[in-house]
């Protein structure tokens, strides 16, 4: 990877571009890169369940500027001169290991969950701006996972469920699907702050991490969104639902075609509940984008789910005074 020369500018960074050289090594660990261009590079080695110099290098470090950032980058890199090789030999550590199992609340196993492990890791002792997450890894048919390679830190583990929803949209019911990822921290939150966290050193393996799906504590949350002038559907839409004493956790929706809306995966608390950007469109001819013919402003409420699915819940928006068409 091409580090930045000395007194290098942001600005020739981004017409430097990212560009990068690559190879494979042998049964002896030998490797050999061609057609390198005089610079400076830092070397990277992929390879499963192993670490090298530069694991836990953000992406954002290869242009960064920083002098204690360069300087790490710089600590194993190799500088080529003209038209000379250089030699320039790379050892692995083996990584550390996350493993455990899914499993629903009824005993059986999760499988197919994608699971992640994320931290905010300490790289050649400096602390690291945000979180960063490892590869994902699927369970087996026993719901179970191992994540290798994994650094030095401290980790939450996050499993990764999707929501489907498919719904038929205009007269010529042209179906529409999207999915929804939900993510469920061990030992099986849906909030961060209640996320168990395991400190990782050296390369020792962490197993006996479980984490349960909480099926039967979740609920649905209905409703639809009308006019309030008329109470006639909104047709076009998103609604959400916050957690009142943790504004990190939240669901969304899209409003269906006849103005109704269901979310998913919503465990005991209390929420508010708000529509913001609703809008009418009529079918434009010919190719989309359709015509907006009415925006509506806001419309919240609070809504309590204890042990049952919530429905009923009718949310009323006001028509904006004024209106925009597009594809004019």
């Known amino acids: 990877m091409p580090l930045p020369e ?34 400076t590079y830092a070397v990277q080695v992929d390879l499963t369940g192993y670490l090298d110099p530069m694991s836990g290098v953000d992406l954002s470090d290869w242009e960064s500027l920083e002098p204690d950032v360069q300087r790490h980058l710089r600590s194993t890199g190799v500088t080529i001169r003209g038209g000379e090789a250089a030699a320039l030999d790379v050892e692995l550590m083996r990584g550390a290991a996350i493993s455990g199992q899914i499993l629903y609340d009824d005993g059986a196993p999760a499988a197919d969950v994608r699971v992640q492990a994320v931290s905010s890791p300490t790289s050649a002792n400096r602390p690291r701006v945000g979180e960063s997450s490892l590869p994902a890894v699927a369970t087996d048919d026993q719901g179970k996972f191992r994540i290798a390679g994994v650094p030095p830190g401290e980790y939450r583990v996050i499993a990764g469920m999707v929501q489907a929803n498919v719904f038929a949209r205009d007269t010529a019911q042209a179906v529409s699907l999207y999915l929804n990822t939900q993510q469920l921290y061990a030992p099986g939150t849906f909030h961060k702050k209640e996320a168990s966290t395991f400190k990782i050193v050296g390369s020792e393996e962490m197993g006996g991490v479980a984490i349960t799906i909480p099926t039967r504590g979740l609920h649905l949350v209905r409703g639809s969104v009308v006019r309030q002038a008329d109470g006639i559907p909104v ?11 943790d504004r990190s956790f939240s669901r969304n929706a899209d409003i269906t075609p006849d103005g109704s809306f269901v979310i998913a995966f919503v465990p005991s608390g209390t929420y ?40 009923g819940i009718t949310l009323q928006v006001p028509e904006k005074q004024t209106t925009l068409s597009f594809g004019h």
């Open 235 to 245: 047709v076009h839409g998103a609604v959400q639902l916050t957690d009142a004493s």
């Open 6 to 39: 000395e007194n290098t500018k942001p600005a020739d960074l981004l017409r430097r571009g990212r560009g990068r050289g690559e190879g494979f090594s042998d049964l002896n660990g030998a490797f050999i890169i061609d057609h390198v261009p005089p610079g």
């Open 272 to 311: 508010r509940l708000r529509v913001e950007g609703a809008f009418d469109a009529t079918a434009a001819s010919g190719a989309p984008p359709p015509k907006v013919s009415h925006e509506y402003g806001p419309a919240e409420e609070e809504v309590t789910v204890s042990t049952n699915d919530v429905g």
